[in-house]
Antibody, heavy 116, light 107 residues
Framework: QVQLVQSGAEVKKPGASVKVSCVAS????????MHWVRQAPGQSLEWMGW????????EFSQKFQGRVTITWDTSASTAYMELRSLKSEDTAVYYC?????????WGQGTLVTVSS | EIVLTQSPDFQSVTPKEKVTITCRAS??????LHWYQQKPDQSPKLLIK???QSISGVPSRFSGSGSGTDFTLTINSLEAEDAAAYYC?????????FGQGTKLEIK
C-alpha cells in the first residue's frame, strides 16, 4: 500500500530554515509528482509547490517563491521541502502529497513551530 | 489563481440526515475537482476524485457531482463518524488550490 512517512516535528527560531523529508513506499516513486501543502492552525490547506515527475522540475506558489526549495532523491524514494527565513506565520503542519492528476495520498504531516 | 468557495462554512446536522456541501470555482475547471475529509489531527483523506468518481474503501453514502464551476458533495444518511472538515481541491491548473473548508458537527 502507498505510504508517505514524514520526518518529525521541528521548533525553529525566526529567520532559521527547516527541511522536511518524506519517504515514500508502495509505488514507483519517480513515476509520480510530489506536492507540498501546509495547514496553519485552524486554517485551510495551502499549496506550496511540487516536483514534477515528468521533467524533474520544481514549481512553486508565488507566495513562497525564493524561500522554498523542493527536491527529491529517487534512489532513496525521498522528497524534501526546505523553507528559509522562517517567520511566526510559517507555524503550520506541512504535508507531502502524491499526485495522480490530483492529490491522492498524503503524508502524516510535520508540525513546524516558529517561535523566539 | 483559481479560487474555490465552499458553502456552508459550518453545519450542525443530526445522524441519518442528508448533507450537501457545494464548491464553486472562479473559472471553468471541467471535472478536475476532488473532495477530501479531514478529521482532527489527521491528514486529509480522498473521498471523491474528478467530481464524481468514487474511491475504493470510501462508504457509498459519499457521492459527488458537477462540472465547470459548480460542484456538490453529498453525504446520504449521515453517521456520527462523518464529523470532520471537508475540503474541495482543484487540479485543473497550477497553483493548485483548496476551498476554505466546511466543518460538519454531529448533533
Amino acid at each position: 500500500q502507498v505510504q508517505l512517512v514524514q520526518s518529525g516535528a521541528e521548533v525553529k527560531k525566526p529567520g532559521a530554515s527547516v527541511k522536511v523529508s518524506c519517504v515514500a513506499s508502495g509505488y514507483t516513486f519517480s513515476y509520480y509528482s510530489m506536492h507540498w501543502v501546509r495547514q496553519a492552525p485552524g486554517q485551510s490547506l495551502e499549496w506550496m509547490g511540487w516536483i514534477n515527475a515528468g521533467n524533474g522540475n520544481a514549481e512553486f506558489s508565488q507566495k513562497f517563491q525564493g524561500r522554498v526549495t523542493i527536491t527529491w532523491d529517487t534512489s532513496a524514494s525521498t522528497a524534501y521541502m526546505e523553507l528559509r527565513s522562517l517567520k511566526s506565520e510559517d507555524t503550520a503542519v506541512y504535508y507531502c502529497a502524491r499526485d495522480e492528476l490530483g492529490i491522492d495520498y498524503w503524508g502524516q504531516g510535520t508540525l513546524v513551530t516558529v517561535s523566539s | 489563481e483559481i479560487v474555490l468557495t465552499q458553502s456552508p462554512d459550518f453545519q450542525s446536522v443530526t445522524p441519518k440526515e442528508k448533507v450537501t456541501i457545494t464548491c464553486r470555482a472562479s473559472q471553468n475547471i471541467g471535472t478536475s475537482l476532488h473532495w477530501y475529509q479531514q478529521k482532527p489531527d489527521q491528514s486529509p483523506k480522498l473521498l471523491i476524485k474528478y467530481a464524481s468518481q468514487s474511491i475504493s474503501g470510501v462508504p457509498s453514502r459519499f457521492s459527488g457531482s458537477g462540472s465547470g464551476t459548480d460542484f456538490t458533495l453529498t453525504i446520504n444518511s449521515l453517521e456520527a463518524e462523518d464529523a470532520a472538515a471537508y475540503y474541495c481541491h482543484q487540479s485543473s491548473s497550477l497553483p493548485y488550490t483548496f476551498g476554505q473548508g466546511t466543518k460538519l458537527e454531529i448533533k
